[in-house]
């Protein structure tokens, strides 16, 4: 009895296998190769550029502090800053002062006082606003009351303060002396 061995493999590949080989190949070559080539391209380009803003730098820093001391040079000192605001602001003072027109402080004022209400002196002041400062007497108070309300209603006045009020009496009846200041804002154009 004769055996006959079979060396043939039982599994035939086909001719398309080796197509499988080369592609699984270049996947595993090619895909590293061409991101270590990006990336070293990404890493030079990004030294390249880096390096001319550097530059750009350096001259932009000496232009600036060459600037910087020409600014410098020409600034005023601080102390004489500083007397030129104080001059100015007493300035504006002044300015707000006389451009704030009495005819018509007083009257609003005349129109916001009831009649049994007396004025005995006015005084104004230069402040960020101009503040009036108002001493009078009337005979109930009553009618300080109601004017001081009518100064809160009033948009040219802001910050009616009651100083002070005093009860006096007289053969007459009584008499109530007050002191009292108000910021004046101004009409229209009045004021700078």
């Known amino acids: 009895m004769k055996h006959y061995l079979n060396f043939k493999p039982s599994i035939v590949f086909r001719k398309g296998s ?6 699984s190949l270049i996947i595993l070559y090619a895909v590293p190769l061409s991101l270590a080539f990006f990336w070293s391209y990404k890493y030079f ?15 932009l820093d000496s232009k600036i502090s060459k600037f910087t001391e020409t600014v410098n040079k020409m600034r005023p000192l601080q102390d004489e800053m500083e007397e030129n605001e104080k001059i100015y602001a007493d300035y504006r003072r002044v300015a707000s ?10 009257g609003r004022l005349e129109k916001l006082a009831p009649p049994q209400m007396r004025f005995k002196s006015i005084s104004i002041r230069p402040d960020k606003l101009v503040r009036v400062s108002i001493e009078g007497e009337t005979v109930e108070l009553q009618y300080l009351t109601r004017f001081l309300q009518d100064l809160f209603a009033e948009k040219v006045f802001s910050s009616p303060n009651l100083k002070n009020h005093s009860l006096s009496r007289i ?9 009292l200041e108000v ?7 009045e004021l700078p």
Do not use: C, P, R
């Open 18 to 23: 080796s197509f499988m080989l080369k592609t």
């Open 45 to 59: 380009s990004l030294t390249t550029v880096n390096g001319y803003y550097s530059e750009n730098v350096k001259q």
């Open 97 to 106: 002062v006389g451009q704030t027109s009495w005819t018509t402080l007083f």
């Open 171 to 179: 053969e007459g009846g009584e008499v109530i002396h007050f002191s």
């Open 183 to 189: 910021d004046y804002a101004g009409e229209k154009g």
